[in-house]
């Protein structure tokens, strides 16, 4: 995927989560967040066209540099994209569409833009893992992916009706 701009983090979540996660996330943080945030953000098939709390000024919004991009990314965002454009139920394409997209040369889609969105639903619910100290953060987003992978987190793997009203639990 060719970055030609950086991708700016827009809105009060990237802000707290950059500020709060800062000390778990040393080194590259805004990348680190970033990719974290879009991974949380392609799981639950969600995205946030437009942060809360975000203004039209994106030089005072934090950012991941292009080049940090590039030079860090090792194949991870197409590899997301990929995933995200087959599998997403948040845009109505066509089948040959999506594969298009995800495999072709098609270069009139603003494929970091797409992402970034995601991303911007990811790191609400990355915030809401935030605690008082760095180690309760810690916790809270070991637990959290802990369960993802595991398949208790109920938020994506919710249980069906039948077994919620079985009286036998």
């Known amino acids: 995927m060719e970055i030609t701009t950086d991708v700016s ?3 009060t979540a990237w802000s707290t989560a950059i500020e709060k996660l800062a000390p778990i996330f040393k ?4 990348f680190s967040i970033f990719m ?21 000024d994106a030089k005072s919004s934090p950012s991941v540099p292009r080049n940090v991009i590039q030079n860090n990314d090792n194949g991870r965002l197409d590899f997301i994209f990929q ?22 040369e098609r270069s009139d889609f603003k494929k970091i833009d797409f ?14 893992l ?3 100290t760095t180690l309760e953060s810690m916790e809270n987003i070991k637990n959290f992916a802990a369960s993802t992978v595991e398949g208790r987190n109920l938020d994506i793997d919710d249980l069906p ?9």
């Open 9 to 11: 983090l827009k809105g």
């Open 27 to 30: 080194t590259r943080t805004n």
């Open 36 to 56: 974290f945030s879009l991974a949380i953000g392609v799981m639950y098939d969600k995205r946030i066209e437009k942060p809360e709390g975000s203004d039209d």
């Open 83 to 104: 995933a995200a454009i087959l599998s997403t139920t948040t845009e109505a394409f066509e089948e040959k569409d999506r594969l298009e997209l995800a495999f072709g």
């Open 115 to 128: 992402l970034t969105q995601f991303a911007n639903f990811g790191v609400t619910k990355l915030v809401e």
């Open 130 to 132: 935030v605690g008082d």
């Open 161 to 169: 009706d039948e077994i919620l009203i079985d009286e036998d639990f």
